[in-house]
């Protein structure tokens, strides 16, 4: 399938208002604004929330539109890539000819709009993987990945605000849920127990690992089990996923042909003042040092790109290796309410893994 050109596609006026639009200022929200605001979803705050929608989306999603027009290597011409631009050209289309929102009924109208954009943008990961494989194809072998710096920034910014965008369009979608799940204020758990979340997403990692080696290591939670704090649990559960799945799998290549019991990933969860800190610790012999600066660079990974035998982009229903995307994106998903991701290796024993979060949700979402 050739992807056409922009101009093909696109009329001259809809790619000059997208020149415009990307040029205004974001507005950032914090987790707590997003839980004051949410915690009393009447008619009137779920207006104000969809008309702020309605002017902060496109300037977002335009933003993200000229970016993918203009990256290295020739990377903006391949297939997949145009068609992650199309997408966001055609709900940046779909945003700007939706009338002021001035009533009630209005807001259902856009509240159902934005509903089918993010389900639009489902496989934008994926097929941005797609994309960068199609170039690394191309590209001279002796190339450093990691030295790639222009696309790793711009893929960094570029999930970063999609994180963001979803966030926000699930968050108001949410809202409008009827029997909203106790303590819950849209995606928001005002009552998110970590060592609860970590020992799902722990399981979760561990089914996973079962499935695809036949047996998995046991793993052990360390933690207060009733302490609680408000956090996004769905971004809690994809971090301690993705780290719990690297070191199941570590430790199970690492003693697959032993006699010896594999040892037990081990998950601490500390609640500090700042911090809540989730260390996942194995004994899955560690990553050499060379290797560390690759691991959150999105061209590096240690496994097979299941798009190479796969490219039906069915939702992924969890490889215990992905296309090397899962550490960088969860660092993201850190840094998105200001905390962070930090990997300590001991080559030869294990690695620890440390999530930071931040407890106190008044940071502003980065706007790159």
């Not at 605001?37 to 002017?55: E, M, Y």
């Not at 190339?143 to 999930?159: A, N, T």
């Not at 003042?273 to 050499?288: A, N």
Request: with cysteine; net charge neutral.
């Amino acid at each position: 399938m050739a992807a056409k050109k922009l101009s093909e596609t696109f009329s001259k006026s809809l790619i000059e208002e997208v020149g415009r639009w990307g040029c205004m200022k974001q507005t950032g929200v914090s987790l707590r604004y997003m839980m004051e605001f949410g915690s009393k979803p009447t008619d009137k705050n779920l207006l104000i929330s969809a008309q702020f929608l309605h002017k902060e989306l496109p300037i977002r999603i335009a933003r993200r539109a000229i970016e993918l027009e203009t990256l290295p290597y020739g990377l903006s011409e391949k297939p997949a890539v145009l068609k992650v631009r199309d997408w966001y050209l055609d709900s940046f289309r779909d945003l700007r000819s939706f009338p002021d929102i001035r009533s009630t009924s209005d807001e259902r109208d856009f509240t159902q709009m934005i509903k089918a954009i993010k389900v639009r943008h489902n496989n934008v990961v994926p097929m941005m993987a797609l994309g960068l494989q199609q170039l690394k194809k191309e590209m001279d072998p002796k190339i450093v990945y990691e030295d790639l710096d222009e696309i790793h920034q711009f893929l960094d910014r570029f999930y970063m605000s999609r994180i963001g965008i979803r966030m926000l369009i699930g968050q108001h979608v949410e809202l409008h849920n009827p029997n909203p799940p106790p303590h819950c204020i849209g995606y928001i758990d005002t009552k998110m127990s970590p060592v609860q979340v970590a020992r799902n997403a722990s399981e979760h990692a561990r089914c996973v690992c079962l499935r695809e080696y036949g047996s998995a290591p046991d793993f052990n939670i360390y933690g207060d089990p009733s302490f609680t704090f408000p956090y996004v649990p769905s971004h809690l559960h994809l971090m301690v996923f993705e780290l719990v799945k690297n070191s199941l799998r570590a430790v199970e290549e690492r003693y697959m042909d032993s006699d010896k019991v594999a040892p037990p990933i081990r998950i601490i969860v500390a609640d500090g003042l700042e911090d809540v800190t989730i260390k996942v610790s194995d004994e899955g012999g560690g990553i050499p040092r060379s290797g560390l600066p690759k691991i959150f660079t999105y061209l590096y990974s240690t496994a097979r790109n299941p798009l190479d035998e796969n490219t039906d982009l069915a939702a992924d229903k969890g490889t215990m290796a992905g296309y090397g995307y899962g550490l960088p994106i969860s660092r993201l998903y850190a840094r998105y309410f200001g905390g962070d991701l930090q990997i300590i290796s001991m080559e030869g024993y294990g690695t620890d893994a440390y999530l930071h979060l931040s407890r106190l949700g008044d940071s502003q979402e980065p706007l790159p």
